[in-house]
């Protein structure tokens, strides 16, 4: 619940996006205005060969630029119009700020960012990642892996590992395999029971209805798979529940399996 509350205020919390921070791109509808000069002052859309015209100077870069490096370039070239020209330009529009999200735990998409964003204020808007395994997750920039597990940042609320995302931006999520832990043998209750952080075979074991009077509580395997292998871990419970020793509370994981076996007398 702590982690919930802390994605939400970082949610919520406002987050001024600074004109030196965006990079205006093609399709980004700009206002310019030159202070005094009423023939300087319009609107104008990026173009796809990232130009602007701007009267009487004809075609100008803008693409690539920020908007004060923008203002500065246009302040240089409309000297040739005005004497000491006061250039302000501000983004009315933004078309290229994307963003992408894909790998069948999310529903692929393409969004917009309208405003400066971390990941974890964009995972708190994705409805399914839930559904995603976020240990496997990661975040690729220019073709490269700049952040691998988001599981630590979006449940732990471990936010120092926080990035702000930039556009172009693909969030690889894929789909979680299995979030379930399976109980069965000699319990009251065998049944799949969904994975919770932390969770310990005796708290398992309790949730499918304790053990029946026939069940062997030394004899209990967890089925795991590890690097494409299963593997076999034991748990004497009879050293939990009469000799308090913890250690063999093992902790689980999705997927996993808890078999207790029956006694033979």
């Given at each position: 619940?702590?982690?919930?509350?802390?994605?939400?205020?970082?949610?919520?919390?406002?987050?001024?996006?600074?004109?030196?921070?965006?990079?205006?791109?093609?399709?980004?509808?700009?206002?310019?205005?030159?202070?005094?000069?009423?023939?300087?002052?319009?609107?104008?859309?990026?173009?796809?060969?990232?130009?602007?015209?701007?009267?009487?100077?004809?075609?100008?870069?803008?693409s690539g630029?920020?908007?004060?490096?923008?203002q500065a370039?246009?302040?240089?070239?409309?000297?040739?119009?005005?004497?000491?020209?006061?250039?302000?330009?501000?983004?009315?529009?933004?078309?290229?700020?994307?963003?992408?999200?894909?790998?069948?735990?999310?529903?692929?998409?393409?969004?917009?960012?309208?405003?400066?964003?971390?990941?974890?204020q964009f995972?708190?808007?994705?409805?399914?990642?839930?559904?995603?395994?976020?240990?496997?997750?990661?975040?690729?920039?220019?073709?490269?892996?700049?952040?691998?597990?988001?599981?630590?940042?979006?449940?732990?609320?471990?936010?120092?590992?926080?990035?702000?995302?930039?556009?172009?931006?693909?969030?690889?999520?894929?789909?979680?395999?299995?979030?379930?832990?399976?109980?069965?043998?000699?319990?009251?209750?065998?049944?799949?029971?969904?994975?919770?952080?932390?969770?310990?075979?005796?708290?398992?074991?309790?949730?499918?209805?304790?053990?029946?009077?026939?069940?062997?509580?030394?004899?209990?395997?967890?089925?795991?798979?590890?690097?494409?292998?299963?593997?076999?871990?034991?748990?004497?419970?009879?050293?939990?529940?009469?000799?308090?020793?913890?250690?063999?509370?093992?902790?689980?994981?999705?997927?996993?399996?808890?078999?207790?076996?029956?006694?033979?007398?």
């Amino acid at each position: 619940m702590k982690q919930i509350l802390l994605a939400i205020a970082l949610l919520l919390m406002p987050i001024t996006a600074s004109a030196a921070d965006y990079v205006v791109g093609e399709g980004d509808g700009l206002d310019i205005a030159v202070w005094g000069v009423k023939e300087l002052t319009f609107s104008v859309k990026v173009r796809p060969d990232g130009k602007i015209t701007v009267p009487g100077l004809g075609d100008v870069p803008a693409s690539g630029q920020t908007p004060s490096e923008l203002q500065a370039s246009l302040s240089v070239k409309l000297k040739q119009l005005v004497k000491n020209p006061i250039v302000t330009v501000t983004v009315r529009e933004i078309t290229n700020s994307k963003i992408y999200i894909f790998g069948g735990g999310v529903k692929a998409g393409v969004y917009d960012l309208s405003r400066r964003t971390t990941l974890l204020q964009f995972l708190c808007t994705v409805s399914e990642v839930k559904t995603a395994d976020l240990k496997k997750s990661y975040l690729l920039r220019n073709g490269k892996k700049i952040k691998e597990d988001f599981y630590k940042l979006f449940i732990s609320g471990e936010t120092d590992d926080d990035v702000v995302l930039e556009p172009g931006d693909s969030l690889f999520m894929p789909l979680l395999m299995d979030k379930n832990v399976y109980v069965l043998g000699a319990v009251n209750l065998p049944k799949a029971i969904e994975y919770r952080d932390g969770m310990t075979v005796m708290e398992a074991v309790i949730e499918a209805g304790g053990f029946t009077k026939f069940a062997s509580l030394n004899d209990i395997q967890i089925r795991r798979k590890e690097s494409g292998k299963e593997i076999s871990i034991a748990v004497r419970a009879k050293e939990i529940m009469q000799g308090g020793n913890m250690d063999q509370n093992v902790k689980l994981k999705p997927g996993d399996y808890i078999i207790v076996k029956e006694s033979l007398f």
